[in-house]
Structures are given as structure tokens and as C-alpha cells.
């Protein structure tokens, strides 16, 4: 495979998952979760993130097992488990004891987890458009897990995902849609999050008490007008954690590391700092 594509980086053996993910940077070091969009890779959630976060630190974007170009294992049952765990056996292969981490939508309820299961290994959350707590599933993020594979499809979800139409060009949809249809990347996606979809966001919903419990800086950002993930949301997080502060954006979709990246670059500099 020719190394032209910037979404393939170094590979590494994380608990028997052969896992691609991107390492730039020295300092302390940040993980960054992608969410669960189709054809999603932590290139194309963070390609904007990681040059601007790695300037202090080091920035470890993995693509999570079952996404992007990390390994997708025969009959593997995808859950917060199966997440949470290759995320600490990456973590363990890197030889990397504790982390800050930095999750968005699908990858917030992952950095939950490890915030929960793993305190031990995490550092400070930044929680984004965050998955992780109770909500009714929403039209637009039903549109996004119960995708078909069309460039059709794909405008209409970069329609929902950004509030500034101005990003969504045929381009970017076509480019998208590409990665979408790539071998075995639909085939995972589908059997991730099956209909009925309410299921997927109770399977990656925690307890109240364990989000309580939490006693990391949390920083959390949410665009006002997020379709996928209602901002509701921050304010349920904001009113658990104790140790958390939150920041909105008004005028902005579910896409804020993209539709505000320089605020949000350096919001999340200035936090893990």
C-alpha cells in the first residue's frame, strides 16, 4: 500500500490488533478517540488537531479497531469493552503509563470508559460533542449509524455534521464517500451499530454515579447546534463531574474541531497545559 495516503501512519501489535495510528510530538502525551462516522479514520477527525496539539505534546490518533485502516478481526462483537480495552492495550504496547485524553462524540464515551475502568491511565479528559450519557437517539445520528453508501447519503450527513454549509463541497462528500466503500469499511460500520440504534447509545451510556465519581479535568466542548449529539449532553456532563468546565460554541455543528479549529486548537492546548 503506497504511503501517499496521510491517513495511514506507523503500525503496532496492540493486544493481537494490528493497529494504525499516527505519533507526532514530544512532551506529554494525548490520545485522541475519532467518533463513529462512516469511513472515519483519526486522519480525517483530527488532521487539523494533531499538528496545532503537537507543537507541546506528543499526540498519539489511533484508528480504533473496527475503523480506518487498523485491523478488523473475523467475528469480533464491537462494544465499549472491545473498545476500551484495545485502547489500553495500545497504551500498554506504546509503553505509555498515563494520558490525557481527548475524545469526540463515539470516542467521549471511550474516554469515559478508560476514565472509569482505568483512572489510573488517564491523566485529563476533553470531552467533544460527547457520547456517554442518556439521550433519545437523534434523527442525525440515526442518519449517520444506519448510513448506505451513496454520495448522496454522504452530502446529506456532512449536511447534518456541519452547521457552516460552506465546508460541505462535493469534494469533501466525494472524498468521504470514498473512504466509506473502501474494502471491509462498510461491513464493520453496519454491524456496529444495528437498528433498533437506541440500543447503541444505551450500550455506550454510564451510570450517573461512575461519570460522578470522576475526578479528572474535564474540559468540555459542544457546538450549540449539533444535530448528532444534542448539546444537552455537555450540560449533563458539566453538572456530574465536579472538576470539569465547559465551553460552547454557538453557530456550530457536531464538527467543532473542523468548524472551529483554531479555537478549539487552542482551547485544548491551553487545557492540557
Not at 495510528?21 to 490520545?31: I, N, R
Not at 499526540?59 to 480506518?68: C, L, N, R, S, T
Not at 439521550?135 to 452530502?155: A, Q, R
Not at 451510570?207 to 449529539?229: M, W
Request: charged letters at 20%; one cysteine or more; proline letters at 5%.
Amino acid at each position: 500500500m503506497s504511503n501517499e495516503n496521510p491517513e495511514i501512519a506507523q503500525s503496532i501489535n496492540a493486544g493481537g490488533i494490528q493497529t494504525n495510528y499516527h505519533d507526532v510530538g514530544t512532551g506529554s502525551p494525548v490520545l485522541l478517540i475519532h467518533g463513529s462516522g462512516p469511513g472515519v479514520s483519526a486522519w480525517a477527525n483530527w488532521r487539523l488537531t494533531i499538528p496545532a496539539v503537537a507543537k507541546e505534546n506528543r499526540v498519539i490518533a489511533p484508528d480504533m479497531v473496527g475503523f480506518g485502516f487498523t485491523d478488523r478481526p473475523e467475528n469480533i462483537k464491537y462494544g465499549m469493552e472491545v473498545w476500551v480495552k484495545h485502547a489500553v492495550d495500545l497504551l500498554d504496547a506504546l509503553e505509555i503509563d498515563k494520558v490525557s485524553v481527548v475524545g469526540n462524540s463515539f470516542g467521549g464515551a471511550l474516554a469515559l470508559g478508560l476514565a472509569i475502568y482505568h483512572p489510573e491511565r488517564v491523566d485529563k479528559l476533553v470531552l467533544m460533542g460527547s457520547v456517554g450519557v442518556h439521550f433519545e437517539l437523534t434523527h442525525g445520528l440515526d442518519k449517520v449509524w444506519g448510513y448506505e453508501p451513496s454520495i448522496e447519503n454522504m452530502k446529506e450527513l456532512l449536511d447534518i455534521f456541519a452547521y457552516n454549509r460552506a465546508i460541505v463541497t462535493d469534494e469533501l462528500a466525494e472524498l468521504r464517500y470514498d473512504a466509506s466503500v473502501r474494502p471491509g469499511f462498510q461491513e464493520s460500520f453496519s454491524s456496529m451499530f444495528p437498528a433498533p440504534r437506541q440500543q447503541g447509545v444505551d450500550d455506550m451510556t454510564f451510570p450517573n454515579e461512575k461519570i460522578k465519581a470522576i475526578d479528572k479535568q474535564t474540559l468540555i466542548i459542544h457546538g450549540r447546534e449539533d444535530d448528532v449529539i444534542p448539546f444537552d449532553n455537555a450540560l449533563k456532563l458539566f453538572d456530574l463531574i465536579e472538576t470539569s468546565q465547559l465551553h460552547g460554541f454557538r453557530q456550530c455543528g457536531h464538527w467543532t474541531q473542523i468548524e472551529q479549529a483554531e479555537t478549539f486548537n487552542k482551547l485544548v492546548s491551553d487545557f492540557l497545559a
